[in-house]
């Protein structure tokens, strides 16, 4: 937290990246519940766009709205957003679960792109800087005020998917991927296990949106596109889904390795990613929380 907090304090252009690292953290930290179900979803950044429009369009009808109050707001729209498309999503599983929220989530984006006049099209919603806390700050006030809270929430958060995964809800969540034949016989509802599940992780992702929305001071459809939420599974992936410090890892080097294979190999910076990809599987499957949270043998 301390060195996630006191890099972009010594420099000041890390500030903007290191956001949108964790606002990706936050995202990939829902996705990962997912997948420790067994189940994977390609079309969660259909919740973070979705949030992030409910933002825009709230802050533009009510521009005396306080960051706080939309960032809650976000949080909230995609978990009624979750509750919703989750209760006919659960009944899938595999492919099937992937490819169904894959088509939900482009549909969003052809609708968003389509009513040119009510969501700006291709070219989004811009979004006025609004408060914090109260406060009205100038650029660089604000996202120190949103990093801090960013890094705040993904140290709770983390916790939180810690302890929800330990209780009995979270072991039921894992047992649809090991044993769902059985979790139905000892009178739990798989389906059930899952739809609380998918809420969380939509919850997570709207918060997501929500604060990458007022970092950027756009929002635009692309937030929804399927090459987003592959970009979130890639992550989830890439720093492991046996802890959930592993999301914020995986958010932080693929943030930075695309950064940096951005200028230094321009337009060539997916075939690194790929590479690294290719180098977890081959010799660290686990993800970077593996290397970290070794299991002894006993």
């Known amino acids: 937290m301390l060195f996630a907090l006191g890099l972009p304090m010594i420099w000041p252009w890390l500030k903007t990246p290191m956001v949108v690292a964790t606002s990706f953290g936050i995202a990939a930290l829902g996705v990962s519940i997912l997948i420790r179900s067994g189940q994977l979803s390609f079309g969660h950044a259909m919740f973070s766009c979705a949030a992030g429009y409910a933002v825009a ?21 995609g978990a009624v957003m979750g509750m919703v498309i989750g209760l006919f999503v659960v009944r899938y599983r595999a492919i099937f679960f992937g490819m169904l929220n894959l088509a939900l989530s482009m549909v969003l984006f052809s609708i968003l ?10 070219d989004g919603i811009r979004l006025a800087r609004p408060t914090f806390f109260g406060v009205r700050m100038e650029r660089d006030g604000f996202e120190t005020t949103l990093l801090v809270v960013a890094v705040v929430l993904a140290v709770a ?11 009995i809800a979270g ?32 919850a997570l992702c709207g918060l997501s949106g929500a604060m990458f929305a007022l970092m950027q001071g756009l929002v635009t ?43 230094l190999f321009t337009g060539a910076w997916q075939m690194v990613l790929g590479f690294v990809l290719i180098g977890l599987v081959f010799f660290v499957p686990t993800g970077l929380s593996g290397l970290l949270f070794r299991k002894e043998p006993k």
């Open 157 to 167: 958060l983390a916790w939180g998917v810690q302890r929800y995964m330990m209780s």
């Open 113 to 122: 792109g389509k009513f040119y006049s009510l969501t700006g099209g291709t």
């Open 57 to 77: 369009f709230t802050a533009r009808a009510m521009p005396e709205l306080d960051s706080a109050v939309l960032i809650l707001l976000g949080t909230v729209f």
């Open 221 to 263: 459809p692309e937030m929804g596109y399927w090459v987003r939420s592959g970009e979130i599974v890639f992550i989830s992936i890439l720093g492991g889904v046996g802890h959930p410090v592993g999301a914020f890892l995986g958010a932080l080097v693929f943030e930075f390795v695309k950064l940096y294979s951005a200028a």
């Open 171 to 202: 072991q039921a969540l894992t047992a649809v991927k090991t044993n769902e034949t059985r979790l139905e016989y000892v009178g739990l509802s798989a389906n059930r296990a899952l739809w609380i599940g998918y809420v969380i992780s939509a």
